[in-house]
């Protein structure tokens, strides 16, 4: 079974410039998240999606941050424009709606380091 | 913030078994106990989970106190591929939605 794919895996950029992740979840995964982690710290929740519909988003710096998930299944989240303290790798985890275990799968990640 | 509290660092002898500890004293009843792992530069990956009785599955052990308030988890013959920071977190039956810590980074020593 293929896992969560995300791409690409570290991206340059400088600040006040715009970037895009994105994630293709396990097939038939409803839910799909988006993580943000700063170096030395656990992953923050930024966003959950629900098939296409968003069920928090509450955490979403939303003046520049922008996530969408068209069909249901890809999904893709935009910086525009970056500050230096975006720098971070931003996780894509997948899992069933109503799993046995509530199991997340996560994504490698995507390294964005903002000059 | 997270509802769950972890010593930031533990180290164990190849070969021997590690218990993590994590106290989790306002865990409410539908609460279920989660534990991921997350090896230098990859993705967090999921452990185990329980609510109340202990599990145990091929890769831990997962001890729950009666009342709830902490837990342990056991690798029981930790390998150098076991390094690694693990959390531990709590999550409401079907929202599946995890709050990470710092959690704990874990050592093997040769």
């Known amino acids: 079974e293929a896992g969560v794919a995300q791409s690409p895996r570290y991206k340059i950029i400088e600040k006040r410039q715009s970037v895009a992740f994105w994630c293709n979840p396990i097939s038939g995964h409803a839910t799909l998240y988006w993580y943000q982690q700063i170096l030395g710290q656990g992953p923050k929740l930024l966003i959950q999606?629900?098939?296409?519909?968003?069920?928090?988003d509450s955490q979403l710096p939303k003046d520049r941050f922008s996530a969408e998930r068209l069909k249901g299944v890809d999904s893709t989240l935009k910086i525009q424009p970056a500050k230096l303290e975006d720098s971070a790798v931003y996780l894509c985890?997948?899992?069933?709606?109503?799993?046995?275990?509530?199991?997340?799968?996560f994504g490698e990640g995507s390294r964005l380091t903002v000059l | 913030d997270a509802k769950t509290t972890q010593p930031p660092s533990m180290d164990c002898a190849e070969g021997r078994a590690a218990n993590l500890p994590c106290n989790h004293s306002?865990?409410?009843?539908?609460?279920?106990v989660y534990w991921y792992r997350q090896i230098h530069s990859q993705g967090p990956q999921y452990i185990i989970h329980?609510?109340?009785n202990n599990e145990t599955n091929e890769m831990a052990s997962l001890i729950i106190t009666e009342d709830r308030k902490s837990s342990t988890l056991i690798l029981p013959h930790a390998t150098l591929r076991d390094t690694a920071v693990y959390y531990c977190?709590?999550?409401?039956?079907?929202?599946?939605?995890?709050?990470f810590g710092k959690g704990t980074k874990l050592s093997v020593i040769p």
């Open positions: 306002t865990i409410s009843g539908n609460e279920y």
């Open positions: 977190m709590l999550s409401g039956a079907g929202s599946y939605q995890l709050t």
């Open positions: 985890a997948s899992s069933l709606v109503s799993g046995r275990t509530g199991e997340l799968f």
């Open positions: 329980g609510l109340k």
């Open positions: 999606f629900q098939n296409n519909g968003v069920v928090d």
